[in-house]
Each structure stands twice: as structure tokens, then as C-alpha cells.
């Protein structure tokens, strides 16, 4: 079954620093999403990317916070200058379409920021 | 605003009896859809069930089935026959359209515990 790949699994950052986090949407999706979830909390979501552009962003997605999609394949999303709070799972999540069906979550990958 | 409500942050269930979990959503958008995630200990979110807006059935998946009220704004998960591998944290979410696009919104969650 086709996956969403997200890599590192585990990210330690000193505060400052800029970190980039990677991911490998399904193939033929359209979609892509980043979210973060703070340990023990919910799900909060970040943007999404759609033809090559941000399609919404919330307000956590401030200017400290970018998304690329190099080439055909990695969707990344990057922090400039990382922060204490900013220590979450960041997952990445790719749709086929503005369809019916459920986003396809990559397994996430856990940033510590020290 | 709170736009997905889950009022349950844990639920207990005895293997192989059905637990609902609850969940209601707030929006003026006719068209959107409703979802339910689970996510294990180890981390990962995992898709389970879809519910449009505009269908008319329950939407089901073998053991899970979505107790879709509309005019209550309501989508509980039901699911049946649990099992220990059920045990797990259970988001509801919401999809609709904004300014930009699609977007998802997440509840904050419902941990269910199965016991032996």
C-alpha cells in the first residue's frame, strides 16, 4: 500500500537553529498538508500545498515557518529559527483530491528542540 | 471558536463489546466532510472512516460506523466487537472549505482503554 515517508523520525535542534523537515507524499496525490501535534495534545493544523502554492495556512504557519516542493517528490517544511515551543511531531499528510477520502498520514517525525 | 467537540478525553470498553465515541462539529458550510483517525501509542494517524456531508448512509468500514446526525451536528464512531488493538487515542476532524482551499481541523481526541 502506497506510504507518505517522512524522515528524520527524530530531530534534536539547539533553539535558533533552522531545521528542515522531510517528507515523500503518495505519488499521484495533489494535496499535501503539514501538522503538528505537542506531546499529549491535539492535532493542529499548519498549511497546505496545492499546485505548487500554499492553499491555507493557520495562524501557527508564521513567518518563521516555509514549505517547498523542490521536485516532484519531497514536500518540506522549514523553521528558520527554531523555538523551545516548537517541540511537537510534525506530521506530513498527502490527499489524492478534494474528494472524499481521508488524508494519508506519513509516520511522523519528532522534534526536540534543546 | 471550537469547531470539533470530543467530550469524552477517555472512554473504557470491555473486549468485545461496542463503545461509542462522541463527537459533534460546529459549521455553516453545507458542503464538508467528517472524519475519524486513530492513533496507537506508537504514534502514527491512521484513516478510518469518511462521512460527506451530502450522504445519505452511515458511512461503515467492517467494525466502525459513523452515526452521522445532521441536524444534531453529530458524528460519533461506533465500534464493534473491540479489541486490545483497538486501544488507542481516536480523533474526529472535520474538512471544509475556506478562503484558500480545504482544510482539516482535528478535535482533541477521546484515549480508549479495552480491557481483557
Known amino acids: 500500500e502506497p506510504e507518505v515517508t517522512q524522515t528524520p523520525s527524530h530531530q534534536v535542534t539547539q533553539m535558533g537553529q533552522e531545521v528542515i523537515l522531510r517528507c515523500v507524499p503518495i505519488?499521484?496525490?495533489?494535496?499535501f498538508y503539514w501538522y503538528r501535534q505537542i506531546l499529549g495534545q491535539k492535532v493542529e493544523f499548519l498549511v497546505s500545498f496545492y499546485n505548487n502554492e500554499i492553499s491555507e495556512k493557520s495562524e501557527i504557519f508564521d513567518d518563521q515557518f516555509s514549505v517547498e516542493r523542490p521536485d516532484g517528490s519531497n514536500f518540506t517544511l522549514k523553521i528558520r529559527s527554531t523555538k523551545l515551543e516548537d517541540s511537537a511531531m510534525y506530521f506530513c499528510?498527502?490527499?489524492?483530491?478534494?474528494?472524499?477520502?481521508?488524508?494519508?498520514f506519513g509516520s511522523g517525525t519528532r522534534l526536540t528542540v534543546v | 471558536a471550537q469547531k470539533i467537540t470530543q467530550t469524552q478525553p477517555g472512554m473504557f470498553v470491555q473486549e468485545k463489546e461496542a463503545v461509542t465515541l462522541d463527537c459533534t462539529y460546529d459549521t455553516s458550510d453545507p458542503s464538508y466532510g467528517l472524519f475519524w483517525y486513530k492513533q496507537p501509542s506508537s504514534g502514527e494517524m491512521i484513516f478510518l472512516i469518511y462521512?460527506?456531508?451530502?450522504?445519505?448512509q452511515n458511512a461503515t468500514e467492517g467494525r466502525y460506523s459513523l452515526n452521522f446526525q445532521k441536524a444534531r451536528k453529530s458524528a460519533n464512531l461506533v465500534i464493534s466487537a473491540s479489541q486490545l488493538g483497538d486501544s488507542a487515542m481516536y480523533f474526529c476532524a472535520m474538512r471544509e472549505e475556506s478562503t484558500g482551499g480545504f482544510k482539516t481541523i482535528f478535535g482533541a481526541g477521546t484515549r480508549l482503554f479495552v480491557k481483557a
Open positions: 505519488s499521484n496525490h495533489l494535496y
Open positions: 499528510a498527502s490527499n489524492g483530491g478534494a474528494g472524499n477520502y481521508g488524508y494519508t
Open positions: 462521512q460527506g456531508s451530502y450522504d445519505q
